[in-house]
């Protein structure tokens, strides 16, 4: 690997300072940024709104019935409906998170991003109206069609930000996607208070606001540009590529930004298009499409939804007056330790944080299962374990909540990329699925003991990201890639002699002209 030559350093770190200072936070970008990570918000929201009215929707469920066939409804078909309305969610995310890859190649990242929109918008538009039609079927409907959104929005979102961002910023704008989503779960929890929409009258209008992120993203997504990296390297369309840039930048002359994809594109042109299966079968994908699965499982299997399962219960043998507040406490501590990863995720890394947030869900997991076991005979027990619980959600936040939804998109580059968020995205919505409807079978088997199965899980994950996940914090795709390809000795030294170099993915700062490598292009800065 040849090395920048020692005069043009501090030309490239002077440049460095000066455009991450000025130029890259421009209105267009930051616009960009956000209309993307509206989708998030609608993620989330789905995910949290429809646990707080869950008796007032059976009821409801319960006089439809009554209308249709004069009779109460039998409670095993009661339950059978409720879980149906909930894991549909769930069905629908995992068949269309699968096609993730098609659809953003198809249309383009911002397109697929605004059509899927109406998803959201016949969804959200059934449940609102399934009370006035008194239909149970219009709600779940409505629950598989705002799954299959969110299942396109959870690939489409980070592939966007992703993109655009430079790689000074690619972390921390990575986690506004769970940021978002977090941001989503606490506002549902809100508006279902009984104090607010949570009421026999009201709930239509809390599920059916799920249309008001939707409209919002429709409406401000012509004003984004399509990403660049899209345009040029899968639609080979330099020029608008190059306008895109000037947009995100502000910078007028934009050609040095383009020796990457340049390069990437060559790389691509000499490759077959990669599918899904050749993800497996070449030994050039499997290792990096293997540690993305097992990061979104990571994030699934951590125990975070049986954290949330537990913790009314909990809050009510200590003696809190009102549980739902102080779900919504752990919700707000969800946000707080969210923003504090967006801080961290830059100076200690993703694999670092990773790490340590599942390390900490490890120790927080043994800590909730011992205070369960001994709350009966240790009334104080209870005290633990809300504190676990806060301690649960919040190193979730710090590691496997944010990190596996944007970690595919480092590890690929623009030709695997599209089937690798696919890929990704599936096995999270699978693990999801899974968790939804077999948790409360393995809960009413073990009882607290079931917190030490998502201990060992966490143990497994913490061992694996240690031995088989590289850093790729201030690296370009090509150097994450290469770090595969070598010996692990070699694989090391490259990282640890990379880190201290910044960098930017879409802006190659130093002057083409005095630091070229031997063969006539640009050096990487990173």
Avoid at 370 to 394: C, E, H, N, Q, R
Avoid at 401 to 420: D, K, M, N, Y
Wanted: hydrophobic letters at 45%; aromatic letters at 12%.
């Amino acid at each position: 690997m040849n090395e920048i030559p020692h005069e043009c350093h501090h030309v490239i770190y002077k440049r460095t300072d000066f455009t991450r200072d000025s130029k890259i936070l421009t209105g267009t970008f930051v616009l960009s940024v956000f209309t993307a990570v509206l989708g998030s918000l609608e993620f989330g929201y789905n995910i949290g709104v429809i646990n707080a009215p869950q008796k007032i929707i059976e009821q409801e469920y319960n006089a439809t019935w009554v209308h249709r066939y004069g009779e109460p409804i039998p409670a095993g078909t009661l339950t059978s409906l409720w879980s149906l309305s909930v894991a549909i969610f769930s069905i629908g995310g995992m068949l269309s998170s699968s096609c993730v890859g098609f659809v953003s190649e198809w249309l383009g990242r911002r397109k697929a991003m605004l059509i899927n929109n109406m998803f959201a918008f016949i969804g959200g538009s059934l449940m609102g109206l399934s009370k006035l039609c008194r239909s149970y079927e219009m709600l779940i409907l409505g629950r598989f069609i705002i799954g299959a959104y969110c299942g396109l929005a959870s690939g489409l979102t980070p592939m966007y930000v992703g993109e655009i961002a430079p790689t000074s910023l690619r972390g921390a704008l990575g986690t506004l996607h769970q940021l978002a989503i977090v941001t989503g779960i606490l506002i549902a929890q809100v508006l279902g208070l009984e104090s607010l929409l949570g009421v026999e009258d009201l709930w239509p209008i809390l599920l059916g606001l799920a249309v008001v992120p939707a409209v919002f993203q429709m409406a401000l997504l012509p004003f984004c540009p399509e990403s660049p990296r899209f345009l040029y390297i899968v639609r080979c369309q330099e020029h608008q590529a190059k306008r895109g840039l000037r947009r995100l930048t502000g910078r007028q002359d934009v050609s040095s930004m383009l020796v990457e994809m340049k390069e990437e594109k060559r790389k691509m042109d000499m490759e077959r298009k990669v599918s899904i299966l050749e993800l497996f079968r070449s030994p050039l994908y499997r290792q990096p499409i293997i540690i993305s699965i097992l990061l979104q499982l990571s994030q699934q299997l951590s125990g975070i939804n049986a954290i949330f399962y537990y913790s009314t219960s909990i809050f009510m043998k200590a003696g809190v007056q009102s549980p739902v507040y102080a779900t919504i406490g752990a919700g707000v501590v969800n946000c707080a330790f969210t923003v504090v990863s967006l801080f961290l995720i830059e100076r200690m890394g993703r694999r670092t944080l990773h790490m340590l947030g599942l390390g900490g869900m490890c120790i927080c997991a043994v800590i909730m299962t011992t205070a369960l076991a001994l709350l009966d005979s240790i009334p104080w027990m209870s005290y633990i374990s809300m504190l676990a619980i806060f301690g649960f959600v919040a190193f979730f936040e710090i590691g496997p909540g944010p990190i596996p939804w944007f970690f595919v998109a480092e590890l690929f580059s623009q030709g695997p990329r599209p089937a690798a968020m696919a890929v990704a995205g599936f096995s999270n919505w699978t693990a999801n699925f899974i968790i939804g409807m077999c948790f409360q079978y393995v809960a009413e088997l073990c009882g607290p003991y079931t917190f030490l199965i998502f201990a060992a899980l966490l143990l497994f994950f913490l061992i694996f990201t240690f031995f088989r996940v590289p850093e790729t914090r201030g690296k370009t795709f090509d150097q994450i890639g290469a770090s595969f390809h070598q010996d692990s000795a070699g694989m090391m030294d490259s990282m640890n002699m990379e880190l201290g170099k910044p960098s930017t993915e879409l802006d190659y700062l130093g002057e083409n002209s005095s630091c070229l490598k031997s063969d006539g292009t640009a050096h990487s800065l990173e």
